[in-house]
């Protein structure tokens, strides 16, 4: 009696190891989608086509797309072409909102043609498939943290 309880303990706990080591692949592949996003919203930016850029936002909550575009147009101004970008921290939070399977924020050391910022992404993902642009930010670097990786909290 004792080993057969011991048994479907054993088993419970494999059970339990495996979805983690699943759950952490799905966010893999999420962070993944939003990582391309980011990738295709710097050569949009490049670009200046910034009414494709209007289109990887979530529509819901935003303002007209004539007050979007022109914050877009003056980010540009204000910063320039982004030259290089690198990706400094990521997180993933699961099921942000109704019809999305988590939200990915990304921040990126990045330089552009007037200076070096953070730039901090997030995305809400849709099916582990689709990136909807729900928050894009520029802050000022900041000095390390004492553990060596910047400091990009919002």
């Known amino acids: 009696m004792f080993a057969s309880n ?5 088993l419970a706990l494999l059970a339990s ?15 993944a989608v939003a990582e391309r996003a980011s990738l295709r919203f ?3 930016r490049n670009e200046q086509n910034f009414n494709a850029i209007f289109e990887l936002l979530d529509k819901q909550g935003q303002p007209n797309a004539p007050a979007v575009l022109s914050e877009l147009r003056a980010n ?6 982004s030259l290089e970008s690198t990706l ?28 070096n910022w953070t ?7 849709r099916n582990s498939t689709d990136a909807v642009l729900v928050d894009y930010v520029v ?9 060596g990786s910047p400091n990009v909290n919002k």
């Open 139 to 147: 802050v000022e670097n900041k000095a390390p943290t004492p553990s």
């Open 17 to 31: 190891n495996c979805s983690f080591s699943t759950k952490a692949l799905y966010f893999d592949k999420e962070i």
């Open 76 to 81: 540009y101004d204000k910063y320039g072409q």
């Open 88 to 115: 400094v921290e990521k997180k993933v939070i699961p099921s942000p909102a109704h019809g999305y399977t988590s939200q990915v924020k990304l921040a990126y050391e990045t330089r552009f043609e007037k200076g």
């Open 119 to 125: 730039e901090l992404f997030a995305w809400n993902i």
């Open 6 to 10: 011991l048994l479907v303990v054993l």
């Open 42 to 44: 710097h050569e949009l």
